[in-house]
């Protein structure tokens, strides 16, 4: 809406955004973003959720009618930008407690020790990419800035990244700016968190961590790029908490996650790169965010039909109010993830499973009463006001007809319109039998696959660096 409210203010247009208390802060910062940081805004009291229809009434009649009027009848203040600093300008010397504490207090650091991003350290990292520092990877909002191969480098430095993992960086900055992927959702309620997968040979040879604890921080790779991330979406994109990071609770940055590719070909199955349309054995980095996510402990079974139906049941549970994704207000965009450990991907591929197989499970037996998808979406939530069934949204051509098979509202339906909206990984410990699953942020964060480009002396390069 404040995208409109811009335009028409441009075109000379008076405009009012009406916008609700808690969402203020968040619609000033976003104004600067879309250059107008004097954007009229009229303020909603309180949350419109949880008021009677006469307070409603009342607080619009009492403070955000004359707001509007006011804006409608008077020209906006003045425009006062402030402009980011050059890109290879030096803003700050002194020693390692005087940087940190001058990031912090910038908002430039997430509150932990930031490494200080010199030039020659910054150099070091330009050295593992053929694209000129100035390259644009593509234009970040809200803040609307560019995310260049020069601003990725100061990221990674300040995260704690070896140089050599700069070509990951850059595929993910690029993931990032994909408009596929929606970064301008990232500072969204529900406070849902990035998780990057990474693909190919560059596991080994950045020594990611795919085994025992592949999801917890210990080891550079997987934690420093995890933390990259976070803060690229913090210094670049300009995801602050208390201005655009509207996150009611939030959670801290995932680390990245690698898969065994090892057991993969061994079982036959491709990788999550592959099953995003990358050719077998690429290089790569597939991200998407999550909601949150629970694992599955202790799955029992000498084959895929002892363990699927458990698996099943649990991804069934971990999703609620996330299937407006799959029906509501961004349809079929709901990509729900499960991560098996290596022995269970074994033991179910034994049995005569392909990963498609296994997506075709879950879409068949990872079901819930109709009458409880309909609660999530048109009765616990506003997320979907219009409060119709799912047969009348199939009517409509607003749902996927598997949502319509009968009258009966007792009836199960799946989570996601087809077998391949399920993505499927595998990671973690060799020789436990837990699975992970995470639920999915639909569009405000749909899965996004990109390349990792090695520059031609990478082999010579990497070989310095572990040199030193």
Not at 21 to 31: D, I, L, P
Not at 190 to 208: K, S
Not at 440 to 449: C, I, K, Q, S, V
Request: net charge negative; with cysteine.
């Amino acid at each position: 809406m404040l995208r409109v409210s811009a335009a028409a203010e441009a075109a000379g247009v008076p405009s009012a955004s009406l916008v609700c208390e808690g969402f203020v802060g968040q619609a000033a910062t976003t104004s600067v973003g879309l250059g107008m940081p004097n954007l009229p805004l009229a303020k909603v009291p309180g949350h419109v959720d949880v008021q009677t229809p006469d307070e409603l009434r009342a607080n619009v009649l009492n403070v955000t009618l004359p707001e509007v009027i006011r804006h409608l009848l008077n020209d906006p203040a003045p425009a006062v930008l402030d402009k980011d600093p050059p890109p290879d300008e030096i803003v700050f010397e002194g020693g390692f407690e005087e940087v940190n504490r001058f990031f912090y207090e910038n908002g430039w650091s997430d509150g932990l020790p930031i490494v200080p991003p010199t030039v020659e350290k910054i150099g070091e990292f330009l050295r593992f990419t053929e694209l000129a520092p100035e390259h644009k990877l593509g234009t970040l909002l809200p803040d609307n800035r560019a995310a260049t191969v020069w601003n990725v480098a100061i990221n990674g430095v300040m995260a704690g990244c070896r140089p050599e993992y700069m070509p990951v960086l850059v595929a993910l900055a690029e993931a990032l700016a994909d408009p596929a992927y929606g970064v301008e959702h990232s500072g969204n309620t529900p406070g849902a968190e990035t998780l990057a997968i990474v693909n190919g040979p560059i596991v080994r040879e950045l020594d990611f961590n795919y085994l025992q604890g592949a999801l917890r921080d210990g080891f550079q790779a997987n934690t420093a790029i995890g933390r990259f991330f976070r803060l690229y979406l913090r210094n670049v994109a300009g995801f602050q908490l208390h201005k655009n990071d509207k996150a009611t609770f939030g959670g801290t940055w995932r680390v990245a996650m690698a898969e065994n590719e090892a057991v993969l070909r061994k079982i036959g199955w491709p990788t999550v790169a592959a099953d995003m349309g990358l050719e077998a054995g690429a290089n790569a980095v597939t991200i998407a965010r999550y909601t949150g996510g629970d694992v599955i402990v202790s799955v029992y079974g000498d084959s895929a039909e002892r363990m699927l139906p458990y698996l099943a049941e649990a991804v069934t549970r971990m999703n609620g109010w996330q299937l407006i994704f799959t029906v509501g207000i961004a349809q079929g965009t709901l990509r729900p993830l499960l991560v098996l450990s290596p022995i269970l991907a074994e033991t179910i591929a034994r049995s005569g499973y392909g990963k498609a197989d296994v997506k075709r499970y879950l879409f068949e037996h990872a079901r819930l009463p109709a009458r409880q998808f309909e609660a999530y979406y048109g009765q616990y939530t506003n997320l979907y006001p219009a409060k119709r069934s799912l047969n009348e949204l199939v009517r409509l051509g607003r749902a996927h007809p598997v949502f319509a098979q009968s009258d009966d509202p007792g009836r199960l339906v799946p989570l996601v319109e087809e077998p391949e909206q399920f993505m499927i990984a595998v990671s973690g410990d060799p020789l436990r039998t837990n699975a992970y699953t995470f639920a999915h942020n639909g569009m405000l964060g749909f899965p996004t696959a990109k390349k990792i480009r090695l520059p031609r002396d990478w082999t010579a390069l990497l070989r310095q660096a572990r040199a030193r």
